[in-house]
């Protein structure tokens, strides 16, 4: 039951791109590329570093957000903004600074830990442009993968940092992204569509 759990859990977080990519074709959604590259390569480093470390099922959950986030990167390339800014650059660093740290101390803990604060550093300009224009972001792709986060904590059997770690950040990122857009629209009065 738990591996089910931890396997529906990577493929919600798959499918949770879906109403991003649809909304990036429409025209509604601007991603940055540069942002959601950073995301790709951050959970790329997560997911290794997930199974480098014995935690699979944290690992279901990562894999599935690498492809969802490659997936947007590469839809955007075509309808989303490439502009680089100095924070996309320290992201950038401080993700390649991750993976060598891992692999100089070994320490798949270090380079989830290091991941997991980049990752927040590059998901604050993604709140705050939610905060600015909510109409430019889609909140179901936050909430599907709050959900699929959920999913992977309910699979766990250990609870060890590897295990915890980016589940327990997506749900808090994902329920912050989904409070800020909907409060936004809200207070704009702009479609709040499902």
Not at 69 to 90: E, N, Q, S
Request: hydrophobic share 60%; glycine share 6%; with cysteine.
């Amino acid at each position: 039951m738990k591996n089910a759990l931890a396997i529906a859990s990577g493929l919600l977080v798959m499918l949770s791109s879906l109403p991003y990519l649809i909304d990036i074709v429409k025209g509604k959604t601007k991603p940055n590329i540069v942002s959601w590259a950073t995301w790709t390569l951050l959970t790329t480093i997560a997911t290794i570093a997930a199974f480098a470390a014995h935690a699979p099922r944290a690992a279901m959950l990562t894999l599935g957000a690498t492809l969802a986030t490659l997936a947007v990167v590469i839809l955007g390339l075509k309808y989303g903004t490439a502009k680089i800014t100095r924070f996309d650059v320290f992201c950038q660093i401080g993700a390649l600074g991750g993976l060598i740290l891992w692999f100089v101390f070994d320490s798949p803990s270090l380079a989830l830990g290091f991941a997991l604060a980049i990752d927040l550093i590059g998901g604050l300009p993604t709140l705050y442009h939610s905060w600015r224009k909510p109409n430019e972001e889609t909140w179901q792709t936050f909430f599907i993968g709050m959900i699929a986060s959920i999913l992977t904590l309910l699979s766990l059997n250990a609870y060890h940092f590897a295990d915890l770690a980016f589940p327990v950040y997506f749900v808090i990122f994902d329920m912050a992204a989904v409070f800020v857009i909907v409060l936004r629209r809200k207070q704009k009065r702009l479609i709040l569509a499902l």
